[in-house]
């Protein structure tokens, strides 16, 4: 009798649990959106154009081996790489892996700002009228300079007066909707991957045209000046001297000329806030930076007090570039440093994990700017590309290469030759991330050292074990890639 | 309510109304076995609370009612019930508790008869696993049942543990089989930061809790699981109270521990002489110009800080010479106490206990403790209604160390030079300017504790409807939390230059309800009919906050509040759901004749609308022919059953998004922005196992000799695959269901009665070969690391450069240049990628014997795992012949190539040149071994010496662990398992064999006592 009553009851307890299934089914994640949500709003593509800029720094990218991977690619004894990371080490020996890890980050991640960038370009109708230009300019400055990151890296360099149909990088410029048979490109040509950088670029600097141009103006991001400076480089490397001043011209003038130098060379490095040099910088905070402990340019370059590996260190053999009194030569020796604000001068004896040797203080700090492009190395381009000219757009060449040498208070020069100029880009650029650009545009060569399998021979500038291998990964999963000739 | 209070009233007093007519009971009980006495023996007077003791001569006297009926209990023994019938002496030989075919095995909302089965379940008991002085009661299980694999993670306390139930079945799922305690699915994965190795929230529970462990390993058996049985299931049962009076058992433990083995590194005067040859051997050589130094002292000063004797500044031979190895491990120590009552009256059985774990790991800086307490109650409300609770409370403690891929962690120490000393021997202070960090600087300043706080609660109502028709409702809770609370020094590389603090909590809270009917009955003597039907669902919900932040005053200071800068605080939650219901019939024929059906239906949160259903059915037969008229002639075969098994089962186990297209939060230094992370893959479903057993159970001799083999072909469809796409489109993987792998092999389980008289010695053996093969991925490859899964090999294979030996003539280290392997080159950069190696061992098993002679028992377990493959990541290093100044393994220095001794097994050491140096094949090693895992030796005190102090038994005993090991195996054990930090399902199936300075197990003796009073 008692049992008869509680059976219904607990049926209805059973079945409580089911009344609405499909609702009980439905979880809604917590720290992500629906794709399907993102592109409906002016908010939505703001976000995804941000998004894209997260991509772009990184220590894949423009805050770790965009600068790193160059180089060591073209390191001709002016660093030594002490660490244990092979990739690395492997890239110093001019002997890469197909299958290593960094050189596929970095190509998964440019292609990653690409597609976000492409996804912004794609709806810019939802975009806010007022700010639609400013969207369109950043996107394409995101696009291009990723075009150009991955062209410099993974394809045979542009050589001028060649039709330049060698392989490039795939080009996708339409936004990823899904996974179809177009989700598979082969490698466009050199040369139409670089009229598509230029075509982003020049759109993207008219279209930023309205905003600041200065030091820090659109919030550091992207203007009609840092696309110029870009443009710069682009010039730079199809040869097309000219151009190339004209911009580097562009960039300095915006700037305001000699004067917005900072009034050390250590002054551009390690701030957590704009420098009147800084043309174009990654910024990074506590919250945000490449990392410490594996990853991130100050982890490998560093070696101060719990901070760093201590990896890379700097040859005697570099050192011997400065003169005398060269700001840039500078060597603290002071086993008291702790922090990077304790070096006053551009190397120092590290303390820490690698004591003794001699450390680029460029990079001594987690969380700080990266600087990308430096005014310093606008004036030496309009310099080099005037000189290569045979004009004086702006400057003479000797006028530029001196305001960055009294700068370093180094002793100032009467004569200029190409080689000069090398050097000064050298004791100026180095570990920037330029020795590879360099190396090829002044058709210099490298021997690789003592380590690697082929130690002792020289690489010139345009052999192919310079150019990193298309990753395997990418490799395996697109059968229309082809794979650059050093690693058949 | 009321009505239910009168009726027990009434009943009552009806009890008591019948107490006049008493009568008195006498009667000796006796050990079947042998004959002798039993004293101490419960007896109980079912349905009452009264009830007595046997004396010393196993005597015992009662007053009962005619009709009553007598519970004779005894710990070790069967319970045995007689009624009185009006007799006034009853005699009793209770029999031993033997693991037999008529064991009560549990298989998933309910219980069969072992000889009943048709799917295949291996059982472990408790007397297995109780009293392990391990952290999780998995690595109990090692070697003890056939076709389940466990692996520890390394000799560190509280790491994740490998389980694979008949092989890999996933990819990209996990593979990690279902836990389920006491009918509840419980949350088993990793809660970890990403920033250290997995570990194992199953250490929350205690071993000396359980009752019984089954493994479901077939899909008959576990496709009552249905969407997450593709892996196995493996049922946890805790102990419950028996009618009786309260019996107590007292356990307690000490043990000491060691590491199992030393790779043994270079001394000072070794490292000096290879160094030396390392240098004189780039210095000669074709590299000459490209040396920087003058000689191989310059070098040494070049790279390394490390101390003269003063006395003797020119003879380097003098010095400080360090055992980094000694420093990394150390000795360890184990202490284990339990407590337990149990009793209760024929309404109300009660199990409580609580016990203490403390343990100080062999690897410095590492140990871990558990307190926890546990109680059981069931309690008879009325004849059709029962309902009980089970409450598990557990606190455990890991006092952590870095991950073994940090320079932090203890054992990279072996890197360091042994030309360097632990301190400074000028100051006295550590030496803080070593070769990489010195791990005694981090041991000295750095912590990392978690502490877990466990709760396992659940309830059932038990209602009889109808005779044989009851409705049982369970609902359990699984909640956990977790602290992890790091710190790092100012001193410390990681965190200085002034301290770092790191905090991070974890909620899991997981919700179960079950409903089920199940309806028993025998249909004309001869058709056994049993049915089960119902319906679950659960909802996991976790929480993850955490925070950190630089810049402490000193450290002393330890907490996020003395921080001053770079404050970091995150949040985020997750979870999925899962509503199912289920049907089983198992029906039996004459007692010859068995069939099994069962269909489960699960819904998923972690799948697209239109695929969140699955259906999972599975059906098996078994015959027992010796039931049969014709086979009662050949008594030789005591029992022979062949069974069948079919069905189908699922894994879900994928990310709880994965289907969905989504975009993360993304931060560029303050700029909020999104990302896209996941590509929608709206046609998502399950990944379906169907596996099909054929199997056969026998008994020879009166069941001296009964075993049980089994052939499996396991075979994954529609596998959720986290597919690779070309990065060009802006993702690099889209879940997908591609493809097909398969697992098939054999089982082999034997136990034998060799000898049972006053001397008893039975054996066990099981063996296991598992082949695994993906046949079917879309031709797409997966490479992580050195791993790969390619079709047509079996997961996580060994793909890089293989080594091709030493050239004879000038100690060079060759490498196929090509896949066919019939050219070298000495470019490891230029050797072709191939197969190296295979993680997946060949089989895997267990030997088990057991004696007893009178109150003596030894048992010995042999474990063994044969024919698989460990890549050595850490010997890239410690075997480089100074690549750079790394100390070097004594086997390196003893087979390097030299002028003298052309067929070594290792290159001539060249100083940063690294001959050989890299990934390949030179690190890549047979992973074989043979355990002698564990061996216990107790004596059962004679109960005639126990009765005056009223004991039922008191047992001391030895037991050790990892006692020996036979192994080719170079580092430091073969049963290394790296799988890195913050591992995904997928990277955890694929790297496989992956030893990273990975600590070896250590080497325990314990002490125990245990007393039943």
Redesign the interface.
């Known amino acids: 009798?008692?049992?008869k009553k509680?059976?219904p009851f607990?049926f209805v307890?059973?079945l409580l649990?089911?009344q609405s299934?499909?609702d009980?089914?439905?979880?809604q994640?917590?720290?992500?959106?629906?794709?399907?949500t993102?592109y409906t709003t002016h908010d939505?593509v703001?976000?995804?154009?941000?998004?894209?800029?997260?991509?772009i720094?990184g220590p894949q990218l423009f805050a770790g081996t965009s600068i790193f991977h160059s180089d060591l690619v073209a390191n001709n004894n002016d660093m030594n790489w002490?660490g244990?990371f092979?990739g690395y080490r492997?890239m110093n020996w001019k002997?890469?892996?197909t299958?290593d890890g960094t050189i596929?980050a970095k190509?998964?991640r440019a292609?990653?700002a690409?597609?976000?960038a492409?996804?912004v370009l794609a709806n810019l109708e939802i975009v806010r009228e007022a700010e639609r230009d400013r969207v369109e300019g950043e996107a394409l400055f995101i696009r291009g300079i990723m075009y150009l990151e991955l062209i410099r890296f993974y394809a045979h360099p542009f050589v001028k007066g060649e039709p330049n149909t060698h392989d490039g990088v795939?080009l996708?410029i339409t936004?990823?909707t899904?996974?179809t048979d177009d989700?598979?490109?082969s490698r466009a040509t050199v040369a139409a991957v670089y009229q598509q950088i230029l075509t982003d670029l020049n759109t993207a600097k008219e279209k930023l045209n309205h905003l600041g141009k200065g030091a820090g103006a659109n919030?550091g991001r992207a203007t009609s000046s840092t696309a110029a400076a870009f443009l710069a480089r682009v010039h730079m490397a199809m040869g097309e001297w000219q151009l190339a001043a004209q911009e580097a011209d562009y960039v300095i003038g915006n700037f305001g000329g000699y004067g917005a130098l900072n009034e050390t060379p250590r002054a551009a490095f390690n701030n957590d806030e704009y420098t009147s040099e800084d043309v174009f910088m990654i910024?990074?905070?506590?919250?945000?930076h490449a990392g410490?402990?594996n990853d991130g340019i100050a982890t490998f370059f560093a070696s101060?007090?719990?901070?760093g590996r201590g990896d890379v260190n700097i040859t005697s053999s570099h050192l011997e570039r400065y003169e005398a009194g060269d700001l840039r030569g500078g060597v603290t020796d002071n086993p008291d440093i702790?922090?990077i604000a304790d070096v006053p001068t551009m190397f120092y004896i590290g303390v820490?994990?690698d004591?003794?040797n001699v450390m680029s203080s460029k990079w001594g700090k987690y969380?700080a700017n990266i600087p990308v492009i430096r005014l310093a190395e606008m004036i030496l381009t309009r310099a080099e590309a005037n000189f290569r000219n045979g004009s004086s757009i702006g400057a003479a060449p000797l006028d530029d290469i001196n305001a960055v040498r009294e700068r370093a208070n180094a002793s100032e020069w009467t004569e200029l030759t190409l080689e000069l100029i090398y050097e000064e880009r050298v004791r100026e650029l180095c570990f920037e991330g330029q020795m590879l650009e360099d190396l090829r545009r002044f058709r210099k060569s490298t021997v690789a050292?003592?380590?690697s399998?082929?130690?002792?021979q020289t690489l010139e500038w345009n052999d192919g074990r310079l150019v990193l291998p298309i990753?395997?990964?990418?490799m395996?999963?697109?059968e229309n890639l082809t794979q650059n000739s050093a690693y058949l | 309510m009321k009505?239910?209070l009168i009726?027990f009233g009434l009943l009552l007093l009806m009890g008591a109304s019948l107490f006049g007519q008493q009568t008195r009971v006498t009667g000796t009980v006796t050990d079947a076995s042998d004959g002798s006495t039993l004293p101490g023996v419960s007896v109980a007077i079912r349905g009452t609370t009264q009830g007595t003791v046997t004396d010393i001569n196993g005597r015992y006297e009662i007053s009962v009612q005619p009709d009553a009926v007598l519970v004779f209990s005894f710990i070790g023994m069967t319970t045995q019930e007689v009624q009185v019938q009006g007799r006034n002496i009853i005699n009793v030989a209770l029999e031993r508790e033997m693991v037999g075919l008529d064991e009560i095995v549990v298989v998933g909302y309910g219980t069969r008869l072992k000889y009943e089965l048709t799917g295949s379940i291996s059982s472990v008991r408790s007397e297995d696993i109780a009293a392990h002085t391990l952290p999780s009661f998995e690595t109990a299980l090692q070697g003890r049942t056939a076709g389940v694999h466990i692996q520890a993670g390394s000799g560190k306390l509280g790491q994740a543990v490998r389980t694979r139930v008949r092989g890999a079945s996933s990819i990209t799922a996990s593979n990690q089989p279902l836990y389920v305690i006491d009918g509840i699915p419980i949350v088993s994965e990793n809660l970890g930061t990403a920033g250290n190795e997995p570990t194992n929230p199953l250490a929350d529970i205690n071993p000396s809790d359980i009752e019984s462990i089954q493994i479901l390993k077939d899909a008959s058996a576990a496709a009552i699981y249905g969407s997450r049985a593709s892996n196995g299931v493996i049922l946890v049962t805790t102990k419950r109270g028996k009618e009786g009076r309260t019996r107590f058992n007292v356990s307690t433990q000490l043990g000491w521990s060691e590491p199992a083995n030393y790779v043994d590194f270079l001394n000072r005067e070794q490292y000096l002489d290879l160094f030396k040859t390392a240098y004189s051997n780039?210095a000669g050589g074709?590299?000459e110009?490209?040396?920087i130094w003058s000689s191989w002292t310059d070098a040494l000063d070049w790279g390394l800080?490390y101390w003269r004797d003063p006395d003797n500044p020119n003879d380097l031979t003098k010095g400080p010479d360090t055992n980094w190895e000694k420093e990394a491990l150390r000795n360890g120590a184990t202490q284990q106490f339990d407590i337990s009552a149990s009793g209760g009256t024929a309404s109300t059985q009660y199990f409580a206990a609580i016990s203490a774990l403390d343990q100080v790991g062999i690897v410095n800086g590492n140990s871990f403790d558990r307190i926890s307490g546990r109680l059981n109650l069931d309690q008879k409300a009325?004849d059709?209604?029962s309902f009980g609770m089970n409450m598990n409370l557990t606190r455990s403690r890991n006092f952590r160390v870095a991950n073994d891929n940090?320079f932090a962690s203890p054992l990279q120490m072996v890197a360091l030079p042994s030309i360097q000393p632990t301190h400074d021997p000028n100051t006295g202070l550590l030496n803080r300017?070593t070769l990489?960090?010195n791990g005694l600087v981090v041991r000295e300043y750095n912590n990392f504790d978690q502490e877990v706080f466990r709760n396992f609660g659940n309830i059932y109502?038990n209602?009889?409807?109808l005779p044989g028709l009851t409705?049982r409702?369970e609902g359990g809770l699984d909640i956990l939390n977790q602290r992890e609370m790091e710190y790092r020094g100012?001193?410390?590389?990681?965190?200085?230059?002034d301290g770092f603090a790191y905090d991070r909590s974890v909620t899991s809270k997981v919700f179960n309800?079950e409903?089920y009917f199940t309806y028993n009955n025998v249909f004309a003597e001869n058709y056994d009919v049993n049915l089960v039907a119902?319906?679950s669902?659960q909802?996991a919900d976790f929480d993850f906050a955490s925070m950190s932040a630089r810049g402490f005053p000193n450290d002393e200071f330890r907490r996020i509040a003395s921080a001053s800068?770079?404050?970091?605080a995150s949040s985020?939650?997750?979870?999925?759901?899962y509503?199912s219901f289920f049907s089983r019939a198992n029906l039996k024929f004459f007692n010859r004749y068995l069939v099994t059906l069962s269909g489960r239906m699960d819904?998923?949160?972690r799948f697209g609308?239109d695929n969140?259903w699955g259906f999972f059915p599975a059906a098996s037969l078994g015959w027992i022919i010796t039931n049969e008229e014709f086979m009662q002639g050949i008594p030789s075969i005591s029992f022979l059953k062949p069974r069948f098994s079919w069905g189908k089962t699922g894994n879900s186990e994928i990310d709880?998004?994965a289907s969905?297209?989504?975009?993360?939060?993304?931060?560029?230094?303050?700029?909020?922005?999104?990302?896209?992370?996941?590509?929608?893959s709206p046609d998502l479903k399950w990944e379906t196992t169907t596996q099909t057993n054929v199997g056969i159970d026998f008994g020879l001799f009166n069941d001296r000799i009964t075993g049980e083999i089994d052939y499996y072909v396991k075979n994954t469809e529609d596998l959720l695959l986290s597919a690779?796409?070309?990065?060009?489109?802006?993702?690099?993987s889209?879940y997908k269901n591609v493809g097909k792998l398969e697992n098939k092999g054999w089982e082999f389980a034997i136990n034998t009665v060799n000898i049972d008289q006053a001397f008893k010695w039975n054996t066990n053996f099981n063996i296991a070969f598992n082949r695994n093969k993906v046949t079917d991925i879309d031709g797409?490859?997966i490479?992580t690391g050195i791993w790969r899964v390619e079709e047509g090999h079996p997961i996580g294979i060994f793909y890089t450069k293989e080594f091709a030996g030493v050239d004879p003539e000038n100690g060079d280290a060759l490498f196929y240049l090509n896949k066919e392997g019939n050219e070298t080159t000495?470019?490891?950069?230029?050797a072709a990628?191939r197969i190296v190696g295979d993680p997946n061992p060949d089989f895997v098993g267990g030997f088990f014997n057991s004696f007893r002679y009178k109150g003596f028992d030894l048992s010995v377990l042999v474990q063994f795992v044969w024919g698989h493959d460990i890549f050595n990541g850490g010997r890239?290093?410690q075997a480089d012949g100074f690549?750079?100044f790394d100390n070097q393994t004594l086997d390196f220095y003893e087979n390097h190539w030299t002028p003298e001794r052309t067929d070594a097994k290792f290159p001539q050491p060249r100083f940063?040149?690294?001959n050989g140096?890299?990934?390949s094949s030179l690190l890549v090693f047979d992973g074989s071994y043979i355990r002698l895992k564990e061996v216990t030796l107790g004596y059962t005190l004679p109960r005639q010496l126990l009765n005056r102090a009223n004991f039922e038994s008191i047992r001391i005993f030895v037991r050790a662990y990892n006692l020996f090991t036979w192994t080719d195996y170079p580092g430091w054990d073969p049963e290394a398992d790296f799988v890195g930090t913050g591992p995904t399902n997928q990277t955890a199936n694929i790297r496989i064999g992956y030893d990273f300075y990975t600590a070896p197990q250590p080497r325990t003796i314990t002490f125990g006592l245990n007393l039943n009073f």
């Not at chain 1, 703001?46 to 991509?55: C, F, K, Q």
């Not at chain 2, 100012?490 to 230059?497: K, Y």
């Open positions: 009798m008692k049992t509680i059976i607990l307890l059973a649990g089911f299934c499909e009980f089914l439905d979880v994640p917590q720290q992500s959106v629906s794709d399907e993102v939505g703001v976000n995804a154009l941000n998004g894209a800029w997260e991509r720094a002490i244990t092979i492997e002997s890469m892996s299958t596929a190509w998964i292609y990653h690409i597609d976000l492409n996804n795939p996708i936004p990823t899904g996974i989700s598979y490109p919030a910024r990074q905070d506590a919250s945000s410490q402990a101060l007090q719990g901070m702790v922090t820490g994990t004591p003794g969380d050292p003592t380590g399998t082929h130690a002792g990753p395997q990964r990418e395996d999963v697109n | 009505r239910i009726v780039v074709p590299d110009n490209y040396i800080d009325t059709h209604l940090a300017r990489y960090e109502v209602l009889e409807i409705f409702s100012r001193l410390t590389n990681d965190g200085g230059p309800l409903n119902g319906s669902i909802r800068r770079d404050f970091n985020s939650g997750t979870g999925y759901r509503s819904g998923s949160s609308a969140r709880n998004f969905r297209g989504l975009y993360a939060g993304s931060n560029y230094a303050g700029l909020s922005g999104m990302i896209s992370t996941n590509i929608p690779l796409v070309p990065a060009t489109t802006g993702y690099t889209v797409q490859i490479q000495t470019s490891r950069a230029a990628d890239q290093w690549s750079w940063y040149q690294g140096y890299g990934q």
